[in-house]
């Protein structure tokens, strides 16, 4: 089953030029943005809608440091370009997730929404038991 929701851009790979893959987030109850998953490989039109719209990160972005997983179970890690998390998209997700609450499958990406502010990007719920 799948839901339509949405979620701040924190990272991407690929560049910020030609960004491939959209690393996203939602913040926490304590006003931390937590990863909660990424999306499909962008489509080249969407690659190019999303970039215009991306600025680099600045400094003591929430997520320095933090390394990311290729894939489920995966050890291999993804290179990852930090971003500004003030891009809010709108995704398709699966409603599975794991025990931290980040969606288990790839989302995918409908469109950017620069009408919204990260501010309305619903909080990051640990799912019920």
Do not use: C
């Amino acid at each position: 089953m799948r839901e339509t929701t949405e979620a701040i851009i924190g990272a991407v790979t690929g560049s910020l030029t030609a960004p491939r893959g959209p690393l996203l987030g939602r913040y926490d109850d304590h006003g931390r943005l937590q990863y909660t998953g990424r999306t499909t490989t962008l489509t080249r039109t969407a690659s190019a809608t999303v970039a215009g719209q991306l600025a680099s990160a600045q400094h003591g972005h929430p997520w320095t440091g933090w390394s990311f997983s290729a894939g489920w179970g995966s050890q291999e890690k993804l290179n990852v370009t930090l971003v500004e998390p003030e891009l809010v998209v709108e995704v398709g997700v699966d409603v599975a997730r794991d025990a931290a609450g980040r969606w288990r499958h790839p989302a995918r990406l409908h469109r950017a929404r620069p009408d919204l502010s990260p501010a309305d990007v619903p909080r990051l719920t640990s799912p019920p038991h």
